[in-house]
């Protein structure tokens, strides 16, 4: 990767390593004024307070995570999305959690500096598993 996909990609990876470490300034740091997330929880809005918030009392831990086919487009100078599976283990509510996921999130340029605007969540459903089940 080089130049604009090499820096979003290393701003998805620092965003995923301040939910690791629980780093509530870095986190909060990286989330837009006004933004979006989604995942099996479903909707909300997102601002860096809220999410500040999330971060520092949600009752999850992240132990690991690995990113892979990661894809980077930029639809214009002022946005980017970043779409990748991710391995992430950890714990939710005092639950193992080992999930394989498709994520995405869509950075735009709010005062100069990149920023967080939407971030997307899906478990990938493992087909192995579904193919063992009866019908």
């Known amino acids: 990767m080089t130049g604009i996909k090499q820096q979003i990609f290393d701003l998805e990876t620092q965003f995923w390593q301040s939910m690791k470490d629980k780093d509530v300034d870095t986190a909060a740091a990286m989330i837009a004024k006004e933004g979006l997330v989604t995942g099996p929880m479903g909707t909300e809005t997102i601002n ?15 132990d690991n995570f690995e990113m ?25 509510k005092g639950q193992k959690m080992d999930m394989r996921c498709a994520d995405s999130s ?9 920023k967080c605007a939407l971030h997307t969540e899906t478990i990938i459903e493992d087909a192995n598993a579904r193919q063992r089940e009866p019908a």
């Open 48 to 62: 860096p307070e809220k999410y500040a918030r999330m971060t520092r009392d949600g009752n999850w831990t992240l």
């Open 68 to 92: 892979k086919n990661v894809e980077v487009v930029q639809p214009t100078p002022d946005s980017a999305i970043i779409a990748y599976e991710v391995h992430q283990t950890g714990d939710m």
């Open 106 to 114: 869509v950075w735009v340029k709010e005062g100069g500096d990149w």
